[in-house]
């Protein structure tokens, strides 16, 4: 029996399971923030990407849902763009989408041979992503005076009449769509255009554009007033957005061979906004934790048939309550950070410790 006052040196159960939370937070602390972590992410994501198909490491089920994870975090990525880091509110990415699943099925039902539509598939894949993009240059149009709702209820418009355009045209399928379209959307190329994606979107983030981008969310008029051109930075975000909504579209029609209007309508819309939100806006991490969580629980709850549609918006509503900005809101690996914002990380961080410091004493 211990007579004095001195505190058992035994630890508790609940002592041992906070030093193991804390052990287990400094390792993904120390991998999240190594930058020699990515190359070798990048390395065996690429070599893995070429040997689970080839040697089937794992079933085709799998290798599908993996698949349909890379278009997501493309979508999800391009998205965040605009709703994150612009501050804006966009509803109608399913039509970008629908421009470059069109554009691309188009190309290799149509117009290539069936014996070339492989070997020039990355052409197609880029097609699609121009043909995007040109339509995102006249959507960027009505941005230059709307904002917040009213955005929202341009670019919901812009979805709607995309779908009913598809629909009146029989040249493309008319509402029957486009059936027998080649299965030539692989893992590699899935791999290769997430990848794409991420760094060029993190990079535009990073650069005088992206701090244009970043600027308009904060407060518009004041970024007018300190010589930012405004609109040709909302030109360029929406461009590059619908871009890559258009490489995620060709993606997604040559693997899922079928493609017609009433795939691209509003519900895929939510479906990505649901992936931004939870991920976390203003943040690629958060766009790729996002789009993959959200894949994987839809899979997960498919045993629940109808009832995962409802178990899905439950789990983002309470999100929203306890963790408005989302899982990685407004925060990002520090991998994800080019070189020459380092020194501004690694300042912020000196900073924050010192006045921790002092607000302790």
């Given at each position: 029996m211990?007579?004095?006052?001195?505190?058992?040196?035994?630890?508790?159960?609940?002592?041992?399971g906070?030093?193991?939370?804390?052990?287990?937070?400094?390792?993904?602390?120390?991998?999240?923030?190594?930058?020699?972590?990515f190359?070798?992410?990048?390395?065996?994501?690429?070599?893995?990407?070429?040997l689970?198909?080839?040697?089937?490491?794992?079933?085709?089920?799998?290798q599908?849902?993996?698949?349909?994870?890379?278009?997501?975090i493309?979508?999800?990525?391009s998205?965040?763009?605009?709703?994150?880091?612009?501050?804006?509110?966009s509803?109608?990415?399913?039509?970008?989408?629908?421009?470059?699943?069109?554009?691309?099925?188009i190309?290799?039902t149509?117009?290539?041979?069936?014996?070339?539509?492989?070997?020039?598939?990355?052409?197609?894949?880029?097609?699609?992503?121009?043909?995007?993009?040109?339509?995102?240059?006249?959507?960027?149009?009505?941005?230059?005076?709307?904002?917040?709702?009213?955005?929202?209820?341009?670019?919901?418009?812009?979805?709607?009449?995309?779908?009913?355009?598809?629909e009146?045209i029989?040249?493309?399928?008319?509402?029957?769509?486009?059936?027998?379209?080649?299965?030539?959307?692989?893992?590699?190329?899935?791999?290769?255009?997430?990848?794409?994606?991420?760094?060029?979107?993190?990079?535009?983030?990073?650069?005088?554009?992206?701090?244009?981008?970043?600027?308009?969310?904060?407060?518009?008029?004041?970024?007018?007033?300190?010589?930012?051109?405004?609109?040709?930075?909302?030109?360029?975000?929406?461009?590059?957005?619908?871009?890559?909504?258009?490489?995620?579209?060709?993606?997604?029609?040559?693997v899922?061979?079928?493609?017609?209007?009433?795939?691209?309508?509003?519900?895929?819309?939510?479906d990505?906004?649901?992936?931004?939100?939870?991920?976390?806006?203003?943040?690629?991490?958060?766009?790729?934790?996002?789009a993959?969580?959200?894949?994987?629980?839809l899979e997960?709850?498919?045993?629940?048939?109808?009832w995962?549609?409802?178990?899905?918006?439950?789990?983002?509503?309470?999100l929203m309550?306890?963790?408005?900005?989302?899982?990685?809101?407004?925060?990002?690996?520090r991998?994800?950070?080019?070189?020459?914002?380092?020194?501004?990380?690694?300042?912020?961080?000196?900073?924050?410790?010192?006045?921790?410091?002092t607000?302790?004493?």
């Open positions: 211990n007579m004095d006052n001195t505190p058992s040196s035994t630890p508790t159960p609940v002592s041992k906070h030093a193991l939370l804390e052990r287990w937070k400094m390792r993904w602390d120390r991998i999240a923030n190594n930058r020699k972590a190359p070798i992410v990048l390395a065996v994501g690429f070599i893995l990407s070429i689970i198909p080839r040697f089937g490491l794992v079933n085709e089920y799998v599908l849902v993996i698949i349909y994870i890379g278009i997501n493309i979508l999800t990525t998205l965040n763009l605009i709703n994150g880091y612009m501050g804006e509110f509803v109608g990415h399913a039509g970008f989408m629908a421009v470059g699943a069109y554009v691309s099925a190309f290799t149509k117009l290539l041979p069936d014996n070339l539509g492989a070997i020039y598939f990355p052409l197609v894949v880029l097609a699609g992503g121009i043909g995007a993009a040109l339509v995102g240059l006249v959507v960027s149009v009505p941005s230059f005076k709307t904002r917040g709702d009213y955005l929202a209820i341009v670019t919901l418009a812009f979805n709607m009449i995309v779908k009913s355009v598809i009146n029989e040249a493309i399928g008319g509402p029957r769509g486009i059936p027998g379209i080649a299965k030539l959307t692989t893992l590699p190329w899935t791999f290769f255009w997430t990848v794409l994606a991420i760094l060029v979107i993190r990079n535009f983030v990073y650069s005088n554009y992206g701090r244009g981008v970043q600027s308009i969310r904060e407060d518009e008029i004041a970024s007018d007033l300190m010589g930012v051109s405004t609109k040709q930075v909302k030109l360029l975000a929406f461009t590059l957005s619908s871009f890559f909504a258009g490489v995620a579209g060709a993606l997604f029609a040559h899922l061979q079928f493609i017609s209007p009433k795939v691209f309508d509003i519900i895929k819309s939510t990505v906004l649901i992936m931004v939100y939870l991920g976390g806006i203003g943040s690629i991490t958060g766009s790729i934790l996002g993959t969580v959200y894949t994987v629980l997960v709850l498919r045993p629940f048939g109808m995962r549609m409802v178990l899905m918006p439950l789990m983002l509503v309470l309550i306890f963790r408005p900005r989302g899982i990685m809101g407004l925060r990002e690996f991998w994800l950070i080019p070189g020459f914002d380092l020194y501004a990380l690694k300042y912020w961080r000196a900073k924050k410790e010192v006045s921790n410091g607000s302790a004493s």
